[in-house]
């Protein structure tokens, strides 16, 4: 079965530098949400899409956007990278937003900031 | 706020031996509950998931987790723990608002 494709599944950047992260959800998920992990770190919620519009948002820097475009394929834009930025960012998918069913995860990007 | 507590951060067990992890949440709606575990070096996996219905609910790997909402608490437990489950798991509370919050994760560490 088709699960939740991120990439890079790496990505080594300097200070100072950006990235951008893809995520592509599972097949006829209209919903995306945005995880960073620090190391030994609980997964933050950083933000969500819900057919292509925002639909929440915790604590994602000033300095990070995201979209979900018409494929509903979402990216995540990182400006002006700091070394606290270096985390594993995973992307989950689900049909439906607000309790309508688990999330599905895809093996995250590891952003490696030096 | 919404939050999720995961009592024990590090926990070591002998092969064979029961487990039990803790979790409470702080929300007095509807939720919809979770445990997932992650291998070292790997992506979050899906052990369990509770929506409604019996509170008790079982999952993959012999894993199973009761929901009592008069606690706010969806604890983790397995009778017998292998070398294989040495990972970290973590509780998550969905929240009406859709989003996902996690706990702090607890390290399990089995000891063959």
């Known amino acids: 079965a088709a699960g939740v494709i991120q990439s890079p599944r790496h990505l080594i950047k300097e200070k100072r530098e950006t990235a951008t992260l893809k995520c592509y959800p599972i097949?006829?998920?209209?919903?995306v949400y945005w995880y960073q992990q620090g190391p030994g770190q609980d997964p933050q919620f950083l933000i969500s899409?819900?057919?292509?519009?925002?639909?929440d948002k915790g604590s994602i820097p000033d300095r990070f956007s995201a979209q979900q475009f018409s494929d509903y394929h979402s990216e995540l834009n990182m400006s002006s990278l700091e070394l606290g930025d270096s985390a594993l960012y995973f992307c989950a998918s689900s049909f439906g937003s607000y309790n309508t069913g688990e999330l599905f995860f895809g093996e995250g990007s590891r952003l490696t900031v030096l | 706020a919404q939050s999720v507590s995961q009592h024990n951060h590090h926990v070591i067990l002998s092969e064979a031996a029961s487990l039990e992890l803790g979790c409470n949440y702080s929300y007095g709606g509807t939720v919809n509950l979770f445990w997932y575990v992650q291998y070292p070096g790997q992506h979050l996996q899906l052990l369990l998931k509770?929506?409604?219905?019996?509170?008790l609910v079982k999952g993959i790997k012999g894993f199973e987790a009761e929901f009592i909402k008069s606690k706010f608490s969806f604890n983790l437990r397995k009778p017998s723990v292998q070398w294989s489950d040495t990972a970290e798991y973590f509780c998550a509370v969905m929240f009406n608002t859709g989003k996902l919050i996690f706990g702090q994760g607890t390290t399990l560490q089995v000891k063959p």
């Open positions: 899409f819900y057919e292509k519009m925002q639909s």
């Open positions: 097949p006829r998920h209209d919903t």
């Open positions: 509770y929506f409604s219905g019996d509170p």
